[in-house]
């Protein structure tokens, strides 16, 4: 069993920055990929951002490419996601996820080839 926490979401103006971060415990990371998926009240959850193990392969969903970086830290057992030029359309709880759909090789943009799950952090943009 992999717990995921999350941290760092909170209240930001239209142009600012948040960072993210998703700290594991329980069994071995080893392997996992990592994901940041989000759900705005109403809608249905989305995927944002994945990384592979290794940290060498990433994937953007393409409302958030160029403004959003995913990135890992093995020693630490954690996942950021910094977010840069926030906009009112990416207020939404924020849930880091992990995945052992391609161990070691690659990250995967469908929920459904998560394993485990964090609780969720709130990010709201105001305008």
């Known amino acids: 069993q992999v717990q995921l926490v999350e941290s760092g979401g909170g209240l930001v103006q239209a142009g600012g920055s948040l960072r993210l971060s998703c700290a594991a415990s329980?069994?071995?990371?080893?392997?996992?990929?990592m994901g940041w998926f989000r759900q705005a009240p109403g809608k249905e959850r989305e995927f944002v951002a994945t990384?592979?193990?290794?940290?060498?392969?990433?994937y953007y969903a393409d409302s958030v490419k160029g403004r959003f970086t995913i990135s890992r830290d093995n020693a630490k057992n954690t996942v950021y996601l910094q977010m840069n030029s926030l906009k009112p359309e990416d207020t939404a709880v924020y849930y880091c996820?992990?995945?052992?759909?391609?161990?070691?090789?690659?990250?995967?943009?469908?929920?459904?080839?998560?394993?485990?799950w964090g609780q969720g952090t709130q990010v709201t943009v105001s305008s």
């Open positions: 996820a992990a995945s052992l759909r391609f161990p070691y090789y690659s990250g995967t943009y469908d929920s459904g080839d998560y394993n485990y």
């Open positions: 329980g069994r071995t990371f080893t392997g996992y990929a």
């Open positions: 990384i592979s193990w290794s940290g060498g392969s990433t």
